[in-house]
């Protein structure tokens, strides 16, 4: 029920042609239907890793008053979507000490906990100080400790802050926490389907709209720097790529091209946007420069080329073509010139984007099993499905590299999905009302 390449021809035509196609379209790329609550606040574990690392994350203690969020119940969580670790619960604890000093690594040991973390926070008018330290339980010792002045507001964006930096002092890898996601909702059916495009903490919670339409918005795409967004959106007689500043919404019109205008990917240094254009009858790759909006055609072929992503260099671009006679990964140099075919195994796949070392790809890979996402490395061409859901679309990759969000599809619901990039744990995150579809995971934030 897949229909690669579908959308091409779908967004040609009349405003009301276009939608009804569109809408169909995405329908069967999807495989999406129902609804994801906001209301279900709680990340689902469907596999856990049986090797991540014991960790225990003891509640502050808390001066000045009930706090407005459970910060170490944030912390904990971050810690465990991202796979590495598996807090201990709180019904184990022997104790809840809120210093380093109050602790008996003893009894942390006898419950092989290999790191704690404890802290306090003390609440001054808006403001929140909080107090926390990551110990060795088996050394005995400090890692790090740290006091962080934040928002009463937004006490969640603290908790993400501390999560990475003890993430990173344990694994050496900067933790991506504090990043944010985008993707889009459907709600309804036919002429009275309503769209929306939503911003969203990493793991899924503090949702924000960032533009309702009755016509259909698909393929947001972060600037490097997490303060646009490009899109598409047919509000217009035709599709048509915009960019969106988040902080103060203004947007602007990039293209209006007769026929497709789609699948916007901005290069590492933001200046230009690849993208995917039928202006010349099939759907080929072009690259835009953003400030003079002059476009470059890259391939030149019967058939039909789209999803372009840019390599972490910016040196070369990926996309999906059929010119093999199915939906395959193609690659070539961002300045223009032949492609190179990347991918190999089984006769789909599609929807590629580069890990941020640019050494292996992530994608969309048709199995024995449905639709999973998978990772291939580049060097040695041995592609790996890492996901279960019999149903992913559209992968994008965390900036460290450490995991994937994707759309899937529970029963009769749209839902987000994320897995690691080991595959060794997946998990189901929250998400505004609406049938899910369309992630993309922002860049570093600062």
Known sequence: MRVLFASWWATSGTRKSARGGVVAVLALLAMLSGTAAQADLTINITQGNEQATPIAVVPFASEGGNLPEDIAQVVADDLERSGYFEPLPRSAMFEQPSSGDDVRYGDWKALDTRYLVVGKVTQNGGQLEIQYELLDVNGESRLIGETVTGNGSNPRATGHYIADQI????????????????????????????????????????????????????????????????????????????????????????????????????????????????????????????????????????????????????????????????????????????????????????????????????????????YQVAKQDLNSQRLVEISEAQQAESPSVAPNGTMVIFATQQGNTGVLGAVTADGRAQFRLPAAQGDVREPAWSPFLN
Request: hydrophobic share 30%; no cysteine; charged share 20%.
């Open 167 to 370: 993430f990173e002092e344990i694994t050496g890898i900067r933790g991506a926490f504090s990043t944010r996601i985008a993707y889009v909702t459907s709600q309804g059916v036919g002429d009275d389907t309503q769209y929306a495009l939503y911003v969203a903490d990493a793991d899924g919670r503090n949702s924000q709209q960032v533009l309702n339409s009755d016509e259909p918005i698909m393929s947001p795409n972060w600037s490097p720097d997490g303060q646009k967004l490009a899109y598409v959106s047919f509000e217009t007689e035709r599709p048509s790529i915009y960019v969106q500043n988040l902080a103060t919404g203004q947007r602007v019109k990039l293209t209006e091209f007769e026929g497709l205008n789609s699948a916007p990917a901005w290069s590492p240094d933001g200046r230009r946007l690849a993208m995917a254009l039928s202006q010349d009858g099939q759907p080929e790759i072009y690259v835009m420069d953003i400030g003079s909006r002059n476009v470059q055609r890259l391939t030149n072929s019967n058939s039909i080329e789209t999803e372009p992503a840019w390599s972490p260099d910016g040196q070369s671009i990926v996309f999906t073509s059929d010119r093999s006679g199915g939906p395959q990964i193609y690659r070539m140099s961002a300045s223009g010139g032949s492609a190179e075919r990347v991918t190999y195994t089984g006769n789909y796949n599609a929807r590629a984007r580069f890990s941020p070392d640019g050494e292996s790809l992530f994608l969309i890979h048709r199995g024995n099993n449905g």
